[in-house]
């Protein structure tokens, strides 16, 4: 299905039945993305899913231009709106958390809980902390630009802390080659939404006096030091709450789909 919004019509796919569940994706991820997952959810949940503007089937109007990431949050609120008039459950996933933590601040009403795995948001951290991540972003992104993806790839896993080489998996997952349009969709991510991510700013204070539940996720494994790791420690200092490990690591709802469902679940009924 299709919503036509400011600037751009989005793609998205509604499955289940239940309490609606939005999963905003991390990186390159589109509405298929994390396939694995949503098939554990949708016996609970309304789970939707969506292309960003920019990815796969969603289309923007300019696309020689930018991205912010107000705009992803605002794609976000209209197609709640779309769907329903009720306050929504929300999984964001690194890229995907840092719209939902914008959506808290713009659009509170529309949550009622929102899981913010591992945001990739510079603008959580300390002041003395946060230019040496951004350095680490922009870096990569000249790598991207300089050298491509196949490059740029061992360097985002080092920023993001995921280990490949180690990296376990639950088994008889749907494969997720590198096709083109995925390559598309990484080359989107890098070269315009890291810029987004960069720039955009958030109200701390407000964040912190948010109505919203607000649950901040770390993945077992990540590495205590990155990035990603820090966002979220961070964002649960401001909210005052301890955060909450899910399976696997930075994208451990792809890599362990099933237990990461069985503890989203858990999360989601404790509110």
């Known amino acids: 299905m299709f919503l036509t919004v400011e600037g751009a019509k989005l793609y998205y796919e509604v499955r289940g039945r239940g309490p609606l569940l939005l999963i905003a994706q991390s990186g390159e991820g589109d509405a298929g993305r994390s396939v694995d997952l949503v098939g554990r959810l949708t016996d609970r949940y309304t789970v939707v899913t969506y292309d960003r503007r920019g990815l796969s089937r969603s289309e923007r109007a300019a696309p020689d231009g930018g991205v912010r990431l107000t705009q992803h949050a605002d794609d976000v609120h209209r197609l709640l709106a779309e769907l329903t008039d009720r306050p929504a ?5 690194s890229m995907g958390a840092s719209i939902g933590l914008h959506l808290a601040l713009r659009h509170p009403e529309q949550l009622a809980t929102l899981v913010a795995h591992e945001p ?36 985002m896993a080092r920023v993001l802390g995921i280990d490949r080489a180690h990296q376990e998996t639950e088994p008889h997952l749907t494969p997720m080659p590198l096709t083109a349009q995925r390559e598309a969709n990484f080359g989107f991510f890098i070269e315009r939404e890291f810029t987004a991510v960069v720039q955009a700013e958030l109200d701390v204070d407000l964040l912190a006096r948010s109505a919203v539940r607000i649950v901040p996720a770390v993945g077992r494994t990540t590495a205590p030091e990155v990035f990603d790791r820090r966002c979220a420690l961070e964002l649960a200092r401001i909210r005052g709450v301890e955060a909450r490990e899910f399976p696997g690591g930075h994208n451990g709802n792809t890599t362990h789909p099933r237990a990461y469902a069985a503890r989203l679940t858990e999360v989601l009924d404790g509110g």
Do not use: I, K, N, T
Request: charged residues 20%; glycine residues 4%; aromatic residues 4%.
């Open 89 to 93: 459950l929300m999984l964001g996933c």
């Open 120 to 155: 990739v948001s510079p603008a959580l951290l300390p002041a003395d902390s946060r230019p040496a991540h951004v350095r680490e972003l922009l870096a990569l992104q000249r790598l991207y630009r300089e050298r491509g993806l196949s490059a740029a790839f061992p360097e």
